[in-house]
């Protein structure tokens, strides 16, 4: 990013206030600009210093990645893509029958849950573990989810299945396995639905939202981020949750975050914790598996909540919410009109 300023005098104040928010910059034209070689620079900072009368201009210099970033173009209008009354995504890490999913998706729309989400395609670990009932699995997600003007989510990875799958979705979901694939990424993208983007196991913020930059740039009208849990020297249990990512990314993109506590935590004792400190943390939503007999489940069948823990954990969201930090409802699956609010001072 180069600055250029009206007068070369007031490069040493300009370089302060920057030095002040963390960034470091380099003098250059004689004063008359600061460069700095950082391109994670928060939408909030490129504001300030556009206001400041001794700036002229701003010029990108290093390669931000501006479709994923906060941008000055106003919320996207998505329609019905919103999270509604509850900011929850619940349903079995697989959709095992038709009439498995039926039930969850009654019982989950019983509580006020609008998101209905279900694997089909899984990627598993062992190559000899369940991997999913493939594309008549994302027609019965879909059907269940209509039954109950739900929105069906599902992860599309790349088997042949993956044109039937996203056909017959709402969202797709590329999967933490899947975030570092370009081609991947492309082709979803080119689905023309919005995504929901799962973090890479230890993928770096850089990494994430540029994968973000494929989906929209192939053709996908939204996107939303989802933190999963990272690969770390000793986790506690499966994965160890990055809640950092839930204010970093509410600042650099003008998408929306999500956090999936059940991959992350791997264990149904830690999911509500972990989903309440997401929701603390400022996250738009959280996805939790459930199963109406998490023993019986065929994959991840140890972080699955049975229906009770899900109706009390919806039950206490609902009773929150107006006090909740915001925002924990009318989300849009798209740039959040919070983020267009913050942009004009107006908090
Ligand atoms: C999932 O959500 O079904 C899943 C497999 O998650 P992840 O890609 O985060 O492991
Ligand atoms: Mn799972």
Not at 142 to 147: F, K, L, N
């Amino acid at each position: 990013m180069l600055i250029t300023l009206v007068d070369a005098a007031e490069s040493p104040r300009i370089k302060g206030w920057l030095v002040r928010r963390g960034f470091e910059s380099k003098v250059v034209q004689r004063g008359q600009a600061l460069l700095l070689s950082d391109p994670w620079v928060p939408w909030e900072v490129r504001d300030a210093l556009s206001a400041d009368p001794a700036v002229a201009c701003i010029d990108e210099t290093t390669d931000t990645p501006r479709r994923v970033m906060r941008q000055d173009s106003g919320p996207i209008a998505m329609g019905p893509w919103s999270f509604g009354a509850l900011p929850i995504i619940a349903g079995p890490c697989a959709v095992e029958s038709r009439d498995m999913i039926r039930e969850v998706a009654e019982f989950c729309a019983s509580l006020g849950i609008q998101w209905l989400r279900g694997g089909t395609d899984k990627t598993r670990t062992r190559c000899e573990a369940f991997q999913g009932l493939g594309a008549e699995a994302a027609v019965w997600l879909r059907e269940a989810a209509d039954a109950h003007g739900m929105l069906s989510v599902t992860e599309v990875t790349d088997s042949p299945a993956a044109d039937a799958i996203s056909d017959a979705a709402h969202v797709l979901m590329v999967g933490a396995r899947h975030m570092h694939a370009s081609r991947h990424l492309q082709r979803v993208g080119r689905f023309g639905k919005p995504v929901i983007l799962k973090r890479g196991l230890s993928a770096s913020p850089e990494e994430w939202l540029r994968a973000a930059e494929y989906l929209l740039d192939a053709g996908a009208p939204s996107v939303a981020f989802c933190e999963r849990g990272a690969r770390a020297a000793h986790p506690l249990k499966r994965f160890t949750l990055d809640l950092a990512a839930v204010p970093f990314m509410r600042e650099m993109s003008a998408y929306p975050i999500l956090v999936d506590p059940s991959h992350a935590a791997g264990y149904s004792p830690y999911v509500l914790p972990l989903a309440r400190a997401a929701l603390a943390a400022g996250a738009h939503g959280v996805i939790i598996e459930c199963h109406p007999n998490p023993a019986a489940a065929r994959s991840d069948a140890i972080q699955a909540l049975d229906f009770e823990a899900m109706a009390q954990f919806a039950a206490e969201i609902t009773s929150k919410k107006g006090t909740a930090p915001p925002p924990v409802s009318d989300i849009s699956f798209a740039p959040t009109a919070t983020h267009v609010v913050d942009k004009a001072g107006q908090r």
